[in-house]
C-alpha cells in the first residue's frame, strides 16, 4: 500500500467514526446505548458512500511518483542456484497452503505468526465477554481489559478459578473458545514438531567443479563430504546439466540432460564421495567448452540421497553450478593423507581448494570415490 494512501486512510472521517466507536464501547466509563453505536456506525457508513460518490470533498492524494510502475500481481523473485527469475499471474495463497508456509518461513516468521493468531483471537473473544455485562463472575480488573484476559486464561484452558462464566452467554462463548483453543495449540504443535522433525542432510559439496583427465580420459569431477560422519545408506547421485538449445525448427527450450557417472551408487557414505562423469565420445560433453557452456548458460545440477542408518529418515541434498564455477585443466587438491603409523587423515580444511593440473608420479584420490 503505497504511504499517501495510509495519509489518507489515518485522515479518514469514516475512520474516524469507527475509532469513535471503539473508544465508546471500551473506554467511557458511562457506555452510551445500543442505539448510539448502531447510530455512530451507520454515520461511518454514509461517510464511505459519500466519500467514494465524491460529495464529502475528500480526496486520496495522488501518488507521489506516477510514472513508477506499480508491481504486478502475484510478482516474486525466485532464486535457482545463480540465477534469478521473476515471475508474476500467481497470487501467493497463504490461508490455502498455511502448512508449506510454515514450514518454509524461518522461526522468527513462525513465532510472530502464532502469536498474531494468539493475541487476535484473545481480543475477538475478550469483545465477546465485554459485550454482555455481567456474563463473567469477579471480573478484575472491570471493564474490557478483565474480559481480555479472562479470553487469554480461556484461550489457553488454564482457569485459575477466580474470573468464570455465570450465565448461559459466558459458558457458550467459553466453550466455543475452549475448542477453539485445544484445536489451535494441537495445530501449532504439530507444525513446530514437523520443523524439527524433518530430516535434514548435512552433506557438503565443493564451491567449483573441475575437468581433468583421469586414466587417459577428460573427466568432469565434483566431491561431496558427509559433515556428520555417520553411516548414510544405499547413497545415491545423480548428475544433471541444463543448457539452452535450438531445434532444427527454431524452438527455443532449455533441455535437462542426465550426465551418467562412473559410479551413481555408495553403499556407505560416511567420510567423501568424488562424484565423476566420463567426457567420452557418448557424453554429451564431448565437444563442450568453457565458452560454449557460457554461450549456452549451461548450469549443473548434483543431488545425493541415502538413508540414515540411525534414523532411518531418508536425506536429500543437491549443489547447483554455473558454467563458471568449472576449472578446466585443474585438481582438487588431496584431502587424504597417511600418517608414519598408517593412520589415515582427512584435512577437510583443504576440501574446497582447487590446484593447476600436475601429472604427478603416484594417485592415491581424494578419500573415497
Given at each position: 500500500m503505497?504511504?499517501?494512501?495510509?495519509?489518507?486512510?489515518?485522515?479518514?472521517?469514516?475512520?474516524?467514526?469507527?475509532?469513535e466507536?471503539?473508544y465508546?464501547?471500551?473506554?467511557r466509563k458511562n457506555k452510551?446505548?445500543?442505539?448510539?453505536?448502531v447510530?455512530?456506525?451507520?454515520?461511518?457508513?454514509?461517510?464511505?458512500?459519500?466519500?467514494?460518490?465524491g460529495?464529502?470533498?475528500y480526496?486520496v492524494?495522488?501518488?507521489a511518483?506516477?510514472?513508477?510502475?506499480?508491481r504486478?500481481?502475484?510478482?516474486r523473485?525466485?532464486?535457482?542456484?545463480?540465477r534469478?527469475?521473476?515471475t508474476?499471474?500467481?497470487a501467493?495463497?497463504?490461508?490455502?497452503?498455511?502448512?508449506?508456509?510454515?514450514?518454509?518461513?524461518?522461526?522468527?516468521?513462525?513465532?510472530?505468526g502464532?502469536?498474531?493468531?494468539?493475541?487476535?483471537?484473545?481480543?475477538?473473544f475478550?469483545?465477546?465477554?465485554?459485550?454482555?455485562?455481567g456474563?463473567i463472575a469477579?471480573?478484575?480488573?472491570p471493564?474490557?481489559l478483565g474480559?481480555f484476559?479472562?479470553?487469554?486464561?480461556?484461550?489457553?484452558t488454564?482457569?485459575?478459578?477466580d474470573?468464570?462464566?455465570q450465565?448461559?452467554?459466558?459458558?457458550?462463548?467459553?466453550?466455543?473458545?475452549i475448542?477453539i483453543?485445544?484445536?489451535?495449540?494441537?495445530?501449532?504443535?504439530g507444525?513446530v514438531?514437523?520443523?524439527?522433525?524433518?530430516p535434514?542432510?548435512?552433506?557438503?559439496?565443493?564451491?567449483?567443479?573441475?575437468?581433468?583427465?583421469?586414466?587417459?580420459?577428460?573427466?568432469?569431477?565434483f566431491?561431496?563430504?558427509n559433515?556428520?560422519q555417520?553411516?548414510?545408506?544405499e547413497?545415491?547421485?545423480?548428475?544433471?546439466?541444463?543448457?539452452?538449445?535450438?531445434?532444427?525448427?527454431?524452438?527455443?527450450?532449455?533441455?535437462?540432460?542426465?550426465?551418467?557417472?562412473?559410479?551413481?551408487?555408495?553403499?556407505?557414505f560416511?567420510?567423501g564421495w568424488?562424484?565423476?562423469?566420463?567426457?567420452?565420445?557418448?557424453?554429451?560433453?564431448?565437444?563442450?567448452s568453457?565458452?560454449?557452456?557460457?554461450e549456452?548458460?549451461?548450469?549443473?545440477?548434483?543431488s545425493?540421497?541415502?538413508?540414515?542408518?540411525?534414523?532411518?529418515?531418508v536425506l536429500?541434498?543437491?549443489a547447483?553450478?554455473?558454467?563458471?564455477?568449472?576449472r578446466w585443466?585443474?585438481s582438487?587438491?588431496?584431502?587424504?593423507?597417511?600418517?608414519?603409523d598408517?593412520?589415515?587423515h582427512?584435512?577437510y580444511?583443504?576440501?574446497?581448494?582447487?590446484?593447476?593440473?600436475?601429472v604427478?608420479?603416484?594417485?592415491r584420490?581424494?578419500?573415497?570415490?
Amino acid at each position: 500500500m503505497h504511504c499517501s494512501t495510509v495519509r489518507a486512510l489515518l485522515l479518514c472521517p469514516a475512520l474516524r467514526t469507527v475509532m469513535e466507536v471503539i473508544y465508546l464501547v471500551f473506554c467511557r466509563k458511562n457506555k452510551a446505548g445500543y442505539p448510539e453505536y448502531v447510530t455512530l456506525i451507520a454515520l461511518a457508513a454514509t461517510r464511505i458512500a459519500a466519500i467514494d460518490a465524491g460529495t464529502l470533498g475528500y480526496r486520496v492524494k495522488p501518488r507521489a511518483h506516477p510514472d513508477r510502475p506499480t508491481r504486478p500481481i502475484g510478482w516474486r523473485r525466485i532464486k535457482l542456484g545463480n540465477r534469478t527469475i521473476t515471475t508474476e499471474g500467481i497470487a501467493r495463497e497463504i490461508f490455502q497452503d498455511l502448512f508449506h508456509y510454515f514450514m518454509t518461513v524461518g522461526w522468527p516468521q513462525v513465532f510472530l505468526g502464532f502469536a498474531a493468531f494468539f493475541l487476535g483471537f484473545d481480543v475477538l473473544f475478550g469483545c465477546l465477554y465485554h459485550l454482555v455485562p455481567g456474563c463473567i463472575a469477579n471480573l478484575n480488573p472491570p471493564g474490557f481489559l478483565g474480559a481480555f484476559f479472562f479470553s487469554v486464561e480461556t484461550f489457553a484452558t488454564v482457569g485459575y478459578g477466580d474470573m468464570h462464566p455465570q450465565t448461559l452467554y459466558g459458558h457458550v462463548v467459553a466453550m466455543v473458545e475452549i475448542f477453539i483453543g485445544l484445536l489451535s495449540l494441537a495445530l501449532m504443535t504439530g507444525i513446530v514438531f514437523s520443523r524439527f522433525s524433518r530430516p535434514r542432510a548435512r552433506f557438503m559439496f565443493t564451491r567449483n567443479g573441475v575437468v581433468r583427465p583421469i586414466d587417459g580420459q577428460l573427466t568432469l569431477v565434483f566431491r561431496a563430504a558427509n559433515q556428520r560422519q555417520n553411516v548414510v545408506l544405499e547413497a545415491s547421485a545423480q548428475l544433471r546439466m541444463l543448457r539452452n538449445e535450438v531445434t532444427p525448427e527454431g524452438f527455443r527450450i532449455r533441455r535437462v540432460i542426465d550426465l551418467p557417472l562412473l559410479r551413481s551408487q555408495h553403499p556407505m557414505f560416511v567420510l567423501g564421495w568424488t562424484v565423476m562423469h566420463v567426457i567420452n565420445d557418448a557424453s554429451p560433453l564431448q565437444s563442450a567448452s568453457a565458452d560454449s557452456l557460457e554461450e549456452q548458460s549451461a548450469s549443473f545440477i548434483l543431488s545425493l540421497s541415502g538413508t540414515d542408518e540411525n534414523t532411518g529418515q531418508v536425506l536429500m541434498a543437491r549443489a547447483e553450478y554455473d558454467s563458471k564455477d568449472l576449472r578446466w585443466n585443474s585438481s582438487f587438491r588431496d584431502i587424504l593423507e597417511e600418517k608414519a603409523d598408517g593412520a589415515l587423515h582427512l584435512d577437510y580444511g583443504k576440501f574446497h581448494d582447487v590446484t593447476p593440473y600436475e601429472v604427478l608420479p603416484v594417485a592415491r584420490g581424494n578419500s573415497e570415490s
